[in-house]
Each structure stands twice: as structure tokens, then as C-alpha cells.
């Protein structure tokens, strides 16, 4: 858009196109309740999206937002939705095919290639603009996608099938009825909401805080994206080994205490000052640590999800976890410029506590399981 001169306003507005992730619970229990003709419940749909998303980005290549705005926009929403209604039906299957003691390897795997994945669809797009016409950039990206095409013809089914519900109702009302009458569903839900705020109260002012401390957008740049992309997938790719001997409860004891503690690296920062060495120790640290901490959380989520009704329970607790990056994070400007830098990242060390608390009550949670 900016290429093709279209106003900033404008551009701007195209931020809300991203909206179905935040909604995407409304339609999951559609994939739930309905198996497609072809390849059963979860790949069944999984190729639907697929075939979905490499129509539509090709037709947003081809798109001119100059010329017709609104059309591009709707394309771009297209993109977004197909895009939703994939990782809906994709954290489902793997929730469904993984057993126990494979999710933490099967959640670092997915969140591996997913980070992969944007770097190549972002960073890579980037570079080929500059050597070729957006047309080519988003056929080439719609072809990519073909990968995940094949693929669905030879990933496994679940070993025992689910049993979809009996009507639509059902389908949207027995999740959130199944969920409540589980022990500590209450307190479940506080957990999503806390285990990983410590995370979101680090990055939440990052950029402001390493400016203030006089380094350059290039640097933040280079060092969040090089360093901190490496270390994110570091850290994921341990967090899914460990969890095979560690076990699911452990792993989110030790990953969420060394989540919480690598805070200090960036109070450490802040004490410091401007130090090259000190920042990219920081990041590094913090990013292996969150990585760890997210692929044992995700682990978690797929073990308290009912195979019935499978994407809709995902769907539905990974929209209520994101409140905590919306809700959290709003306040943290006026905290860090009341109490410091220093100070706020104590004060994110220790939000860990309210998640590492809730946690004791774990084998609550899981009664339902034996």
C-alpha cells in the first residue's frame, strides 16, 4: 500500500482486517460439528483452509488498493479468516493426534515452524519486493502454501476418533458445559490468564525502554529479530525436550520460576545503562525462557481440552489468554514511568506469583483426567 501511494489513514485502517484471530471461537464449533467429505474431521478441514487461503492471497496479489481500497480490504479479510479457521482446526488435530507425552515436543515442533514460518512470509517477502512485482511475492507465498496441501494427505488420523456432536447446539453449548463442570474450571481460567503475564509486562514496553537507554531502532532491530528469534526457538525446542522426561506439571513449575526470574537481566539492563553486551544477554536469556514457558503452556492447553468439541475449547481459551496482552499491558506506561525502569521489571518479576500459585492447585485440575 505504501508502494502504491494509498493514504496512511487509510493503511492504518487495514489494522482491523486482523480482527477474526480475536473472534475466531464464534465459527469453531461449525468445525466441530461438521466432517468434511474428504479426509475426515481435522485434515478434512484442514484442506478447506488451505485450498481457501492459496485462492485468496492470490487474488490480494493481484488486488490494487490504490485503485478499489475496499476491495483489497475484503480480499485481506479473507486472508485473515481462512488464515484463523486454519490454526482453529490445526491446534485441534494436534491436540487430537499428539498422546500425553508427546505434546511438549509436538507444541515446540508447531511453534518452531510457525516462527519459521513468519520470518518467511515477512522478512523474505520484504527482500523479494524489492527484486520483484507484489504479484510474484504473493503468488510465490500462495504456492508455499501447497506444502501444507501435500501434507495433509499423509499426516495420520487420530489413533481413536472423536466423536463429533450430534447438532450444532451441541456443538456450541456442551464445550462451555463440559469445561464448568470440570473441578477448578475457575481457577483454570486465572491461571491462562496469569501464568504467562510476567512474559507480557517484560515485552510490553521494550522498545521505549531500550530507546531511553540510547540505543537505535537498528539495533533493536538486528538484536530482537536475529538474536531473539534464535533464542525463541532455542528455548521452545528445549522447553519440548525436557517436558518428555520432566512431565507436564514440572516443566510448568521450573520453566514458569525461569520465565519469571529472567526479568532481572533486563533490571540488570536498567541499572547498567547502555551496554551492547548486557542487552543482548537480556534478550537472549528472556527469549529462551519465555520460549520454554510457552511450549510447556501450550502443552497445557491441549491437556485440558475435550476431544469432542476440541477446537472450540482452544479456540475459546487461547482467545481468553490473549486478554492478558490487551488488558495487562495497558496500564504499564504509567507504572514504569511512576516507579522506573528498574522497578517495573521487578514488579514483572514478580507477577510470576499469581500463576506460580495457582499452580499448586494442579492435581485439582487434572482429577477429571484419572
Given at each position: 500500500m505504501v508502494d502504491q501511494k494509498v493514504d496512511l489513514t487509510v493503511i492504518g485502517l487495514f489494522s482491523l482486517v486482523g480482527l477474526p484471530y480475536t473472534f475466531k471461537f464464534l465459527w469453531s464449533p461449525l468445525m466441530d460439528r461438521f466432517v468434511p467429505p474428504l479426509l475426515g474431521r481435522r485434515r478434512g478441514w484442514i484442506l478447506m483452509t488451505q485450498l481457501s487461503l492459496i485462492v485468496s492471497i492470490l487474488a490480494l496479489?493481484?488486488?490494487?488498493?490504490?485503485?478499489?481500497?475496499?476491495?483489497?480490504?475484503?480480499?485481506?479479510?479473507?486472508?485473515?479468516?481462512?488464515?484463523a479457521s486454519q490454526d482453529i482446526v490445526i491446534d485441534a488435530y494436534r491436540t487430537d493426534v499428539l498422546e500425553e507425552e508427546e505434546r511438549g515436543l509436538g507444541a515446540s515442533v508447531y511453534i518452531l515452524g510457525y516462527r519459521v514460518a513468519m520470518l518467511v512470509s515477512g522478512s523474505l517477502t520484504l527482500i523479494l519486493s524489492d527484486h520483484m512485482s507484489w504479484h510474484s511475492v504473493y503468488a510465490l507465498i500462495a504456492t508455499s502454501m501447497l506444502v501444507g496441501v501435500a501434507t495433509c494427505f499423509f499426516a495420520p488420523e487420530p489413533a481413536v476418533p472423536a466423536q463429533a456432536p450430534r447438532s450444532l447446539t451441541d456443538a456450541v453449548v456442551l464445550p462451555f458445559v463440559q469445561f464448568f463442570k470440570r473441578r477448578g474450571a475457575y481457577e483454570i481460567l486465572a491461571f491462562i490468564f496469569a501464568y504467562k503475564l510476567d512474559a507480557v509486562i517484560a515485552a510490553a514496553l521494550m522498545t521505549p525502554f531500550m530507546l531511553q537507554l540510547g540505543f537505535t531502532k537498528t539495533d533493536i532491530g538486528a538484536v530482537t529479530k536475529g538474536f531473539g528469534l534464535v533464542a525463541t526457538l532455542l528455548g521452545t525446542f528445549i522447553g519440548g525436550l525436557a517436558m518428555v522426561r520432566l512431565g507436564l506439571r514440572r516443566s510448568l513449575w521450573i520453566f514458569g520460576l525461569a520465565q519469571g526470574i529472567s526479568g532481572l537481566t533486563f533490571m540488570a539492563l536498567a541499572h547498567i545503562g547502555h551496554s551492547y553486551p548486557m542487552m543482548v544477554a537480556a534478550i537472549t536469556v528472556e527469549n529462551i525462557c519465555t520460549g520454554m514457558g510457552t511450549a510447556a503452556f501450550t502443552a497445557f492447553l491441549m491437556s485440558i481440552c475435550d476431544k469432542r468439541f476440541t477446537a472450540t475449547q482452544f479456540a475459546l481459551l487461547t482467545s481468553f489468554m490473549a486478554l492478558n496482552r490487551v488488558v495487562a499491558a495497558a496500564p504499564m506506561g504509567a507504572l514504569a514511568k511512576a516507579l522506573g525502569w528498574e522497578s517495573y521489571y521487578l514488579v514483572s518479576v514478580f507477577a510470576m506469583v499469581p500463576g506460580l500459585l495457582l499452580l499448586t492447585r494442579y492435581n485439582r485440575w487434572m482429577e477429571v483426567k484419572r
Amino acid at each position: 500500500m505504501v508502494d502504491q501511494k494509498v493514504d496512511l489513514t487509510v493503511i492504518g485502517l487495514f489494522s482491523l482486517v486482523g480482527l477474526p484471530y480475536t473472534f475466531k471461537f464464534l465459527w469453531s464449533p461449525l468445525m466441530d460439528r461438521f466432517v468434511p467429505p474428504l479426509l475426515g474431521r481435522r485434515r478434512g478441514w484442514i484442506l478447506m483452509t488451505q485450498l481457501s487461503l492459496i485462492v485468496s492471497i492470490l487474488a490480494l496479489g493481484y488486488s490494487s488498493p490504490q485503485i478499489s481500497p475496499r476491495f483489497t480490504a475484503f480480499l485481506a479479510l479473507m486472508v485473515a479468516f481462512f488464515s484463523a479457521s486454519q490454526d482453529i482446526v490445526i491446534d485441534a488435530y494436534r491436540t487430537d493426534v499428539l498422546e500425553e507425552e508427546e505434546r511438549g515436543l509436538g507444541a515446540s515442533v508447531y511453534i518452531l515452524g510457525y516462527r519459521v514460518a513468519m520470518l518467511v512470509s515477512g522478512s523474505l517477502t520484504l527482500i523479494l519486493s524489492d527484486h520483484m512485482s507484489w504479484h510474484s511475492v504473493y503468488a510465490l507465498i500462495a504456492t508455499s502454501m501447497l506444502v501444507g496441501v501435500a501434507t495433509c494427505f499423509f499426516a495420520p488420523e487420530p489413533a481413536v476418533p472423536a466423536q463429533a456432536p450430534r447438532s450444532l447446539t451441541d456443538a456450541v453449548v456442551l464445550p462451555f458445559v463440559q469445561f464448568f463442570k470440570r473441578r477448578g474450571a475457575y481457577e483454570i481460567l486465572a491461571f491462562i490468564f496469569a501464568y504467562k503475564l510476567d512474559a507480557v509486562i517484560a515485552a510490553a514496553l521494550m522498545t521505549p525502554f531500550m530507546l531511553q537507554l540510547g540505543f537505535t531502532k537498528t539495533d533493536i532491530g538486528a538484536v530482537t529479530k536475529g538474536f531473539g528469534l534464535v533464542a525463541t526457538l532455542l528455548g521452545t525446542f528445549i522447553g519440548g525436550l525436557a517436558m518428555v522426561r520432566l512431565g507436564l506439571r514440572r516443566s510448568l513449575w521450573i520453566f514458569g520460576l525461569a520465565q519469571g526470574i529472567s526479568g532481572l537481566t533486563f533490571m540488570a539492563l536498567a541499572h547498567i545503562g547502555h551496554s551492547y553486551p548486557m542487552m543482548v544477554a537480556a534478550i537472549t536469556v528472556e527469549n529462551i525462557c519465555t520460549g520454554m514457558g510457552t511450549a510447556a503452556f501450550t502443552a497445557f492447553l491441549m491437556s485440558i481440552c475435550d476431544k469432542r468439541f476440541t477446537a472450540t475449547q482452544f479456540a475459546l481459551l487461547t482467545s481468553f489468554m490473549a486478554l492478558n496482552r490487551v488488558v495487562a499491558a495497558a496500564p504499564m506506561g504509567a507504572l514504569a514511568k511512576a516507579l522506573g525502569w528498574e522497578s517495573y521489571y521487578l514488579v514483572s518479576v514478580f507477577a510470576m506469583v499469581p500463576g506460580l500459585l495457582l499452580l499448586t492447585r494442579y492435581n485439582r485440575w487434572m482429577e477429571v483426567k484419572r
